[in-house]
């Protein structure tokens, strides 16, 4: 997996000591009232159902960021298979420290790996045909990295990461700016005055729009939004390769292979951010 632009060590530490400050506030209580400061412990990480493992590099951060002196001993790395009973880590040291950086730890590897489990299944469905599958935007607010560096450890691609690292007209860009042309003139007049070079993506929803489109022309890529099956393969019959295209809208796994073999480059699914189901794991003490 090439890392992403998005992943570097000051966007990690910064989302780990906002999440822990949320967290642990002024302090844990529980631990600081219950447990000796000199006491120690070993956890495991426990695996209570079959997947794909994620987050693994971001909870060693997390032990390390809040308890350097933390010993961990990794069995699963992110993007391996597991399965239940399995066990992913070791960490030991401060009990007062496990204890504090349990509920971060769990929150991001369930839910991380709930995202890359799915992202899995659904490539897999698709294996064979030249389509990939991306995300989208519609992740959980202050949640996005982890969300979607998930998608990545379970072999999705990622689209653009935020409103500033890409331009993507939709349908409402489009219906404001009073029509494709002008929506695509007015972009480009944009980038060239505020000398950035960023992608373009145009949203079409008619086989109109398409040919619109494609007679403006400038883009990059275009989307086929809540387009049928047969409509896609109309619309990729006009664009004949002059442009990258993505299918996007209401994508389910009932209908996520027959797009798939329309032929188009990219499907996005806003369900593997926002819909998937965390994965079952736990931090269990032991000898």
Aim: aromatic share 6%.
């Amino acid at each position: 997996m090439i890392r992403p632009a998005y992943l570097t060590d000051k966007a990690l530490t910064t989302f780990i000591a906002s999440a822990l400050t949320e967290d642990i506030g002024e302090g844990d209580h529980s631990s600081l009232a219950a447990i000796p400061a000199h006491a120690t412990n070993k956890a495991k990480l426990l695996v209570k159902a079959d997947g794909i493992i994620a987050g693994v590099e971001l909870a060693e951060r997390i032990f390390r960021f809040y308890d350097p002196a933390l010993i961990i001993n990794l069995q699963k790395r992110d993007g391996d298979t597991i399965k239940r009973g399995e066990i992913a880590f070791t960490v030991e040291g401060s009990s007062r420290s496990l204890l504090s950086t349990e509920r971060l730890v769990l929150n991001c590897m369930q839910r991380m790996s709930g995202i890359a489990t799915y992202t899995h299944q659904l490539c897999e469905i698709i294996k064979g045909t030249s389509a990939q599958l991306m995300d989208t935007r519609k992740t959980t607010p202050n949640f996005r990295l982890p969300e979607k560096w998930a998608v990545l450890i379970g072999g999705g691609l990622n689209h653009r990461y935020a409103l500033y690292d890409m331009i993507m007209l939709k349908d409402n860009h489009i219906d404001m700016a009073g029509g494709i042309e002008k929506a695509i003139t007015n972009t480009k007049a944009y980038l060239i005055n505020q000398n950035k070079k960023l992608k373009i993506e145009v949203e079409t929803r008619t086989l109109k729009e398409v040919k619109e489109v494609l007679r403006v022309g400038g883009v990059d890529v275009i989307m086929l939004d809540n387009m049928s099956p047969q409509l896609m393969r109309e619309a990729l019959a006009i664009i004949k390769g002059e442009y990258k295209t993505e299918a996007s809208g209401g994508i389910t796994e009932l209908t996520l292979r027959d797009v798939a073999e329309c032929g188009v480059d990219f499907i996005s699914v806003g369900a593997l951010t926002h819909s998937v189901k965390s994965l079952d794991l736990s931090l269990k003490v032991f000898e």
